[in-house]
């Protein structure tokens, strides 16, 4: 049996229209006074990036990846793990903590179940940044985030307040294509620049 078209009558629901938000996306690039691009991320961010993993594994101590729960970043979260441990950071001094659902990570709940684990290095992916505590209250902790979401806001007592960029548009490839961006990311952190 077919459906018969149904015909418009003055009672029929009228669909509101909203105002178009802006999208992170449309933020104009960043470029330096010789025009070259900024954003996502300044070469002192990227440097900083590579030398803050290089420490982490060097020292030896627990780590947490706080990687969000979506595609992007899942995957940049196993990244960030092959590349500590191509590194030399043992596998079992790594943890993965994942949030609860509808938490934020500056939430005071994930702040101090991330300071129960007493990490020496936490490294937050694609979660976003935002004018906020510290992470965790650990003078001796140090924290990375890393987002492909433009920010100027960061969280309390942040030694940098650059933003980096991590491309995570892997959702869908197969594990041996993570496994190669995984590879090139481990090369990456490894060299000097």
Known sequence: ?????????????????????????DVKTRRTDENAVLWPASPAAIEGARQFMRQCAEAARKTLIVPDKDADGLDAGVILLRTLTALGLARELIEVHLLAKHANVHD?????????????Y????????????????????????????????????????????????????????????????????????
């Open 122 to 193: 936490i490294i937050v992916v694609d979660h976003g940044s935002m004018e906020a505590p510290p992470i965790v209250d650990s003078p001796d902790t140090k924290c990375l985030v890393i987002d492909h979401h433009l920010s100027d806001k960061f969280p309390k007592n942040a030694s940098s307040r650059h933003h980096l960029f991590l491309r995570t548009k892997f959702a869908g490839h197969s594990i041996q294509a993570l496994r190669h961006r995984a590879d090139f990311f481990v090369r990456w952190a490894r060299t000097a620049t």
């Open 1 to 25: 049996m077919k459906r018969k078209a149904s015909s418009l009558t003055s009672s029929a629901k009228v669909k509101r229209t909203q105002a178009p938000q802006q999208d992170y996306c």
């Open 108 to 120: 005071e709940s994930e702040r101090m179940a991330m300071q129960t684990k007493d990490p020496g």
